[in-house]
Nanobody, 121 residues
């Protein structure tokens, strides 16, 4: 249902754009979110956007540096990440769901496979 891509290795201060392609049962009533998980840590909410209207939500670590956007024609949600820091290193997952509380993993029914982001200092 979800395919995440765009991760890679980048130096601190660089940028990456992650993509999350949605298919199947994911309709405009869904919200698509990005979470990340660093080794030994729990999932951390990064950003989310509802597919029916522009209402982005950002976690504290993403505010001012990351931008989430959707392209409904392509059924794709993007996460533009600028000014990356070594602490942004993690596996980034996109997820889709219909829950009201977008910052928790339990609001999401579908998960992509994750894409690795590594930021070197």
């Amino acid at each position: 249902q979800l395919q995440a891509s765009g991760g890679g290795l980048v130096q601190a201060g660089g940028s990456l754009r992650l993509s999350c392609a949605a298919a199947g049962r994911i309709t405009s009533s869904y919200v698509v979110g990005w979470f990340r998980q660093a080794p030994g840590k729990d999932h951390e909410f990064v950003a989310a956007i509802r597919l029916s209207y522009d209402s982005p939500f950002y976690g504290d670590s993403a505010k001012g540096r990351f931008t989430i956007a959707r392209d409904n024609a392509k059924n794709t949600v993007y996460l533009q990440m600028n000014n990356l820091k070594p602490e942004d290193t993690a596996i980034y997952y996109c997820a889709a769901g219909v829950g009201d509380i977008v910052v928790v993993t339990t609001s999401y029914n579908y998960w992509g496979q994750g894409t690795q982001v590594t930021v070197s200092s």
